[in-house]
């Protein structure tokens, strides 16, 4: 933004070289003007010293650029027909000058200022070709002509001032990675502000839709300072984009209609957010989203002028696309860390949980033999083989966590029968265990799941249904995996499967089928799986 001319300066500088080319043309040309010589040049020297004075004074001072854009209008207009009058031949400033008049008001306005424009021209190029057709230099097939043109280049500029649109360079739209990058969303989305028009400074204000406090928010040279305010419905702040002068209490917007609207004095910006935002010259911008609504004030901006009024509607849009992306990725984030706390939470019950529950049930039963004076050191023995066993195991389990991927199924199957021979220590019951996988690689997430799966089936089984003989069935169905774990305990409801099974075959996108009765139960299980061949 900051190596380009706003179009104020570019109006400005058009008319001044044109009106030094109409002055030199006519000077350089011995048989022009054909009417009123000394009024010419007048004419012609007052609109050069009038063009040199307006383009300093509106250089770099966007309000009174807004403020002289309609008089410097008409004065073009006035000039343009006093030389289409006093003019003739290849000096006469009809043309060019026509197609000036006409993209300034484009630029400035839109389409009804310029059809205004067209009309008022078109109808002094008309009439003064009735004044001079008596004077017998009046070409009339000439004059049909141009009129002909002027008529089509009207229609072609007329198009451009209801279509036209300020380039914005090298802007793009708020990207996953901008939404996740360094620091807190307000900052990063005051930053995307701050590099969208060049500013050295930024401030935000910004009220959640759940929340009557306001941030605001400043990034400049010292880094990122932080505070709040009173509700932002208190505040009286402008509804569109703003360019604002605090030290001389100027303002100017652009409403929706295009009209533009001058502040002197009563300002649009309260004083308690001038102050407390310590602001001095720039670009207010409303801002407005499904999660909140604020105000961002961008200030140092190269080349400030009413062109950002443009620039400053879509700068809005995208600071809230910004906000916008950074709420919808935190909910997602926190979609998922809940999902993960929950998923864990799962993990350590079916693991460890249900281990110290079955350690637990040996301990006592060792317990209880040594006080009838037995021996219980192979006993002992045996649990801290099992420790031990189960220590690997949840290694094993934390480093699948952490790297994910795939495994051999062959690994797969040999964990699966390792942990059979456990769980029959653990619990001091039979578990069989059988196992027909194909294929040569299955995920590690899968394995997981199995794994707590049949201790949770097998825990159930034995705390639930007192049962004494358990048979885990493993093997490849299609595209499933089918996991089957009979048991001859006392049974349960078949409409009230344990939650902690139904809970993680429904997570893993899987199905439970329940068949149970005193003296047998099965649980047939079915999770979606992709096992590499």
């Known amino acids: 933004m900051g190596s380009l001319q706003s179009s104020g300066r570019v109006i400005a500088g058009g008319r001044l070289l044109l009106a030094c080319l109409f002055l030199f043309a006519v000077w350089s040309d011995s048989t022009q003007p054909t009417r009123f010589p000394t009024e010419t040049y007048g004419v012609l020297l007052a609109y050069v010293a009038w063009a040199s004075a307006l383009t300093l004074v509106t250089w770099r001072d966007w309000w009174l650029d807004a403020r002289a854009a309609l008089p410097a209008h008409v004065i073009d207009i006035g000039v343009f027909m006093a030389m289409l009058y006093s003019t003739e031949g290849y000096t006469s400033p009809y043309f060019t000058f026509f197609v000036f008049l ?13 059809a ?12 003064v070709g009735l004044v001079i057709a008596p004077s017998g230099i009046f070409d009339s097939e000439r004059f049909i002509v141009r ?3 002027l008529l089509i ?36 989305a005051l930053r995307a502000g701050i590099a969208g028009l060049g500013a050295r400074r930024g401030v935000l204000l910004w009220s959640d839709a759940v929340s009557d406090e306001v941030s605001l928010v400043t990034v400049d040279h010292r880094g990122i300072t932080r505070s709040t305010l009173p509700a932002l419905d208190a505040l009286d702040l402008p509804s569109v984009p703003t360019l604002y002068d605090i030290g001389t209490q100027r ?60 620039f400053g509607q879509r700068l809005g849009n995208e600071i809230a696309g910004h906000l916008q992306a950074a709420a919808i990725l935190a909910a997602a984030e926190e979609s998922s860390i809940a999902k993960a706390r929950v998923s864990v939470a799962r993990d350590l019950h079916d ?13 006592e039963d060792l317990f209880q033999a040594s006080l009838d004076g037995e021996n219980v050191a192979a006993g002992l023995a045996e649990i801290k083989e099992i420790v031990i066993g189960e220590q690997a195991q949840l290694r094993a389990f934390i480093g699948a966590l952490r790297t994910g ?13 390792a942990l059979c021979q456990r ?33 949770e089936g097998v825990a159930n089984s034995v705390r639930h249904g007192k049962a004494r003989h358990v048979d885990i069935l493993l093997r490849t169905d299609g595209d499933h995996i089918a996991l089957s774990i009979i048991d001859d305990g006392s049974g349960f409801d078949d409409e009230h499967p344990p939650a902690s099974l139904a809970g993680r075959v429904k997570e893993a996108g899987g199905a439970l089928t329940v068949q149970s009765r005193k003296g047998k139960t099965q649980l047939l299980l079915r999770l979606p799986a992709t096992l590499e061949q």
Not at 116 to 127: E, H, M
Not at 265 to 292: D, F, H, K, N
Not at 351 to 363: D, E, K
Request: proline letters at 4%; hydrophobic letters at 50%.
């Open 116 to 127: 205004a424009t067209a009309a008022v021209v078109i109808l002094v190029y008309f009439a």
């Open 351 to 363: 693991s460890v949980v249900q281990f110290l529950a079955g350690l637990g049930f040996r301990l």
């Open 102 to 114: 006409l993209l300034a008001a484009a630029i400035r306005w839109g389409w009804r200022e310029t």
């Open 147 to 149: 009129t002909g043109h």
């Open 405 to 417: 991927g795939f495994m051999k199924v062959s690994d797969a199957e040999r964990d699966i029968g």
């Open 251 to 310: 303002a100017l917007a652009r409403e929706a209609s295009g009209r533009w609207s001058f502040f002197r004095g009563e300002m649009p910006i309260a004083p308690a957010v001038s102050q407390a935002a310590e602001l001095t010259e720039g670009l207010a911008i409303p801002i407005r989203s499904g999660i909140g609504a604020g105000f961002a004030f961008l200030e140092s901006i190269p080349n400030l002028s009413t062109d950002h009024l443009e």
């Open 423 to 455: 769980l029959t220590r653990q619990w001091d019951i039979s578990c069989g265990c059988a196992t027909e996988l194909a294929g040569s690689t299955m995920p590690v997430r899968l394995h997981l799941d199995i794994v707590q799966l049949v201790r």
């Open 153 to 188: 280049l009207s229609a072609i500029l007329i198009w451009f001032g209801s279509n036209q649109r300020i380039a914005w360079p090298n802007r793009r739209e708020p990207t996953t990675e901008a939404a996740i990058g360094g620091g807190e969303p307000l900052a990063r």
